[in-house]
């Protein structure tokens, strides 16, 4: 796959300019977003995943059964379940979704975060149980016959899972986390490594990073990026930059109301927060259209920068990340439906279309060397 664009679910409409309302499970919500997202043209979504939010593997379950197409992305947080339980369960829904799924591993950055789920391992431990946890997962789904596993953090004795993905010997694994920690593991384990909206400077540097880290373990050919971006879409650059204003405007009045924002501290804990930071700090635009408004504003909580413009701009924008080596765009708006539906008509089919074109630019140009 040349390019991939990944799309958001939840069961509760909730954003930085929506405030939480009605029932944590809204069954009917969710499959709406579900559709949305696969009438859009999205290749998958992602089912999130904290201390707070509601179990992922039955939100996956529940997509899997209103849509027809529509890949899954699970997060999964190593350390509250057992890595040949895991594996059993995402083999299990793998074959209930008819192939859909693929995991992305959050090992958590956040120690406060961690705690509440009962995770006092430090932030390096944690990384280090992510690492032994995925080499137990990749045994629980390639071993031929009972296995035995002897590590810091999971003991195994007579293994032998009757249930294994459906194509391949593992599910697509995302992998997510800044630190340095985190691109070590990533080098070893990931099929796609997952970076928030930076500054082309940033990802490029992060991608040479991560490759170096792919390399010591044979794999810098086989790993690809992952970029998460909340695009501001309108019919010209002025009416774009208008309503990217008028987000942080209703961002403002919002989030005071809710405890999410409120509750986190000045100086996040995560590298990933504290490098958003670091590129909301040089303007609210860098690199002519990267929008930072939000990021500064929920001191960069989560996946909070945008890219604004029209849909060719934004196009041109996602082309210069799909340069530097960016695969798959994690996109989403504010507006949860209707943001989706609209990067269907205007963004997703425009950036597909350049990217064959180069695509097949650079293979007629190979074919003629």
């Not at 697509?172 to 099929?191: C, R, T």
């Not at 019919?235 to 109301?257: C, D, N, Y």
């Not at 990067?343 to 089919?349: F, K, N, S, T």
Request: hydrophobic content about 40%; overall charge negative.
């Amino acid at each position: 796959m040349s390019i991939e664009f990944i799309g958001f679910s939840a069961t509760q409409e909730v954003t930085e300019t929506i405030l939480a309302s009605g029932p944590v499970v809204n069954k009917s919500y969710l499959g709406a977003v579900a559709r949305a997202h696969e009438y859009a043209g999205f290749d998958r979504v992602l089912v999130a995943h904290s201390s707070g939010s509601v179990d992922g593997f039955q939100v996956a379950a529940y997509i899997a059964h209103e849509t027809e197409k529509l890949g899954i992305l699970l997060a999964h947080r190593p350390g509250f379940v057992a890595p040949t339980l895991a594996a059993r369960q995402l083999a299990t829904l793998d074959h209930f979704s008819d192939g859909r799924l693929a995991v992305h591993i959050i090992s958590g950055g956040d120690d406060t975060e961690q705690q509440r789920d009962g995770d006092f391992l430090t932030h390096d431990e944690r990384y280090a149980r992510s690492d032994e946890f995925l080499d137990v997962v990749r045994k629980t789904w390639t071993s031929e016959g009972a296995w035995n596993h002897e590590g810091t953090h999971y003991r195994h004795v007579g293994q032998n899972a009757g249930v294994r993905p459906v194509r391949g010997q593992h599910l697509p694994i995302y992998f997510g986390g800044s630190s340095d920690a985190a691109i070590e593991v990533a080098g070893k384990h990931a099929d796609v490594y997952a970076l928030w909206g930076e500054s082309l400077a940033q990802v490029a540097e992060t991608i040479g990073k991560v490759r170096a880290a792919a390399a010591r373990h044979g794999r810098a050919d086989q790993i690809r990026f992952s970029l998460s971006l909340r695009p501001v879409l309108a019919a010209t650059e002025e009416a774009a930059w208008a309503r990217a204003e008028a987000i942080v405007a209703r961002a403002g009045e919002q989030i005071q109301h809710n405890k999410f924002y409120s509750s986190r501290p000045k100086q996040p804990a995560n590298a990933g927060s504290q490098r958003l930071l670091e590129t909301a700090a040089q303007g609210k635009v860098v690199d002519e259209r990267l929008w930072t408004g939000i990021a500064a504003l929920t001191n960069a909580a989560g996946n909070s920068t945008g890219l604004v413009g029209t849909p060719e701009q934004v196009r041109d924008a996602l082309l210069k990340y799909w340069e530097l080596g960016v695969t798959t765009f994690l996109i989403r708006g504010f507006d949860p439906i209707q943001d989706a539906l609209q990067y269907g008509r205007e963004l997703i089919a425009l950036v597909r279309e350049a990217v064959a074109a180069r695509e097949a630019a650079g293979e007629q140009d190979r074919l003629a060397a």
